[in-house]
């Protein structure tokens, strides 16, 4: 008797663990459900924070910031490198990089950078990672335009190299070779102030990507952090995605 009594105690204490459990992942889901542009980014933020643990004990993959760009005031000499060891393999990394990285306006624009290569190497995953980044509409306007560029069948419009051509040190000549670690070099657009977007929920900061891909070196992209958000969102970027000057030679696929 005594035993069938631990029994039930036990049984009932692991029933109310598994309901604590479960209540703290619902409490998890909501809070990031209300700071993120939609469903499907709760979902993944929330696997972020799992993720985390497990890319820094492996260590494979580190990224960092160097340099501070202002959330609320417009300083037109502020400037950023956010540097990274490799592009994200999976989903999961992504969401990794994403808990390191979203908190700050250039982390943001890496992000998108590297959901770019992603959704080269896996469309499925890469736009799970461009849904937690960007703002709907712009999620919409990029998809429709990254189908076209990492679309190796259409050798006149494809531009499958259009990540790395973002990164330091990779021009048309080297194949879009960029120095490693790879290097994404932020600035504060000089001309353009912050601004408040009532239909954005936040202040849009305008920023610009120094690349060699172009003919015109500084790409605009903005971002922006809704209100009630913890992270940044993309919001505005086609000077990022539209076409970059073709690979003279060989292309080697960046790590």
Known sequence: MMTQKIKTELIALSLALLALAGCGQSEQTTTVATSAAGEQIAESSANADVAQPAMQAGGDMSCSIDGAIDHDSWNASQHSDVTF??????LREFESAFSQLAGEP??????????????RRNPAEGEKALKMVNTDVNCT???RQLKQMMDTKDAVYARPYLAAALLRGATPDNGYTPDEPY????RVNPVSKYQESEMLGGTVIYLQVDSKGWDTNWRGVEVVKPEGSDHYLVSNCPALYTQCKKVKGAWKEPK
């Open 85 to 90: 060891t490799h592009f994200p393999a999976s």
């Open 106 to 119: 250039q982390g943001a624009v890496a992000l998108q950078v590297m959901a770019f290569e992603l959704y």
């Open 141 to 143: 306007q990029t998809l």
């Open 183 to 186: 290097t994404l070099q932020v």
